[in-house]
């Protein structure tokens, strides 16, 4: 079973929302996750990336803002978003792979995506 995304909508500038992502003990305890992102027209860039060990990464234009974390007892994977930007508006996806990187390349699990939406 893939990664499922859920918690996206649309929230106002300068809010918050919290994406989950649940996926199955076999993604979840052998990989390493991400979260990225897609507007209409762009390339895929990576958010957040979490390693087996715990370690995190952070793309630029999210660092401060945005926070990664997992939950080992429910296999979730979650993206807490603070301080929301129009900028931010995009589908996320999150996904597994064997290198904890944003570059979206190493990578071949992936949810289907939720929609995020930051009006002014």
């Known amino acids: 079973v893939q990664p499922v995304e859920s918690g996206g909508g649309s929230v106002q500038t300068g809010g918050s929302l919290r994406l989950s992502c649940s996926a199955s003990?076999?993604?979840?305890?052998?990989?390493?996750m991400g979260w990225f992102r897609q507007a209409p027209g762009q390339d895929r860039e990576g958010v957040a990336a979490?390693?087996?060990?715990?370690?995190?990464s952070y793309a630029p234009f999210v660092q401060g803002r945005f926070t990664i974390s997992k939950d080992n007892t429910q296999n979730t994977l979650y993206l807490q978003m603070s301080n929301v930007k129009p900028e931010d508006t995009a589908m996320y996806y999150c996904?597994?792979?064997?290198?904890?990187?944003?570059?979206?390349?190493?990578?071949?699990?992936w949810g289907q995506g939720t929609q995020v939406t930051v009006s002014s």
């Open positions: 996904a597994a792979g064997s290198i904890a990187t944003l570059d979206p390349t190493p990578y071949s699990y």
């Open positions: 003990s076999y993604y979840y305890n052998t990989n390493c």
């Open positions: 979490i390693g087996t060990d715990g370690t995190t």
